[in-house]
């Protein structure tokens, strides 16, 4: 088996050897060179062609945010960014990700972490995913979106079609005027900015609220959920615990909570909780919340899994589709970043749709109608 070569960018000599162990503990991965910051990391790229590379947000003489910049033009390479837990570090983290970085990983305890081996596995999981990412499809869904912070987002029309589009049953069978609606989307990584193409796309009319699980860590959703409302007709927020849920306001689960849903009479309210385990190595989980809506009554829902790793949301879906009337729309492989969620669900003939990410909306309110 050929391994995936991995580059490591970081200014301190300290954490490129601790991620430098860890990267070598897994048989898939060797670690092919060593970058000191971001001008070293593009000479080394051109040099060492690594199929991927990890890049910290904070460097001396050329930032992580502006490395990542030149290496998506100029050598184009899959990155997962280091960073820190502040609000500054998650501002810029989005930032990377929607210049074009496949996934990021939160430092424990700031630039340098010594107990960076708490998160070890995940370091080792995710450079190994990301390696495994097409630099072809992670450009177009960069590029087919202009990431200007202002609610005028211009999108740039790259055809994106799927080739095929699935559909076991009529939409017509699930039209009920008298049923209200709730619209669940679960995402993982590349998340952000298929959440964008999505949320830009709902009119800020839609007779629903949008309930929102993205694996992020704590400090992290907040972020998210200004950016993403500062582009969108619709209201984006992070949950809150006890609220009463709007049409026409997207609800992300805030990192480290699982997020349920809970029925007051005529009313839903959000329920926060850490009190539950991680769900398939998740909190919030996508399980968690479809699991929780499931037995809300007198609602039809509209069920949306797009790209991410692992089965989160399977058995959601299952229960949803067990207790009630319910659409589910996959994300096609066509766009996904990582074909992981979509493709469990679709694999578990779960799926009423499939769909690439720039269509989904579009199907989404097709079931509104």
Request: charged residues 25%; glycine residues 6%.
């Amino acid at each position: 088996m050929v391994k995936k070569k991995v580059l490591i960018v970081d200014d301190s000599a300290f954490m490129r050897k601790l991620i430098s162990d860890f990267l070598s503990t897994s048989d898939q991965l060797e670690v092919a060179g060593i970058a000191r910051n971001g001008e070293d990391a593009i000479a080394k790229i051109m040099k060492l062609s690594p199929d991927v590379l990890t890049l910290d947000v904070e460097m001396p003489k050329m930032n992580g945010i502006e490395a990542l910049k030149r290496i998506m033009s100029e050598c184009p390479v899959p990155v997962v960014m280091l960073s820190s837990t502040t609000k500054e570090g998650a501002e810029e983290t989005l930032k990377a990700i929607q210049l074009g970085a496949v996934d990021f990983i939160a430092k424990p305890s700031g630039t340098i972490s010594l107990d960076l081996h708490k998160i070890q596995d995940e370091i080792v999981q995710k450079v190994l995913s990301a390696s495994q990412v097409s630099i072809t499809k992670l450009l177009k869904s960069t590029t087919s979106i202009d990431f200007d912070s202002n609610k005028e987002c211009q999108k740039v029309d790259i055809p994106q079609k799927a080739d095929h589009v699935t559909s076991r049953s009529s939409s017509l069978d699930f039209y009920d005027n008298h049923k209200k609606k709730i619209i669940l989307i679960g995402t993982s990584t590349g998340g952000p900015r298929a959440l964008q193409h999505v949320l830009t796309e709902l009119p800020s009319s839609v007779k629903a609220p949008v309930l929102i699980v993205q694996h992020m860590p704590a400090g992290f959703t907040k972020s998210l959920a200004d950016r993403l409302d500062s582009i969108s007709g619709i209201r984006v927020k992070e949950a809150e615990q006890g609220e009463v849920l709007q049409d026409g306001t997207a609800y992300i689960a805030p990192g480290g909570y699982h997020m349920k849903i809970v029925q007051s009479e005529t009313i839903l309210k959000v329920h926060l909780t850490k009190e539950e385990e991680p769900r398939n190595g998740h909190r919030p989980s996508v399980d968690v919340l479809f699991e929780s809506v499931s037995i809300i009554d007198d609602y039809n829902k509209i069920a949306v899994i797009m790209t991410g790793m692992g089965t989160d949301g399977t058995q959601g879906v299952k229960k949803i589709k067990e207790y009630g009337t319910v659409k589910t729309i996959a994300e096609s492989p066509d766009s996904c970043i990582v074909y992981g969620m979509p493709k469990s669900v679709i694999a578990a003939n779960l799926s009423d749709e499939v769909v690439n990410v720039d269509e989904i909306a579009q199907s989404i309110m097709k079931y509104m109608m």
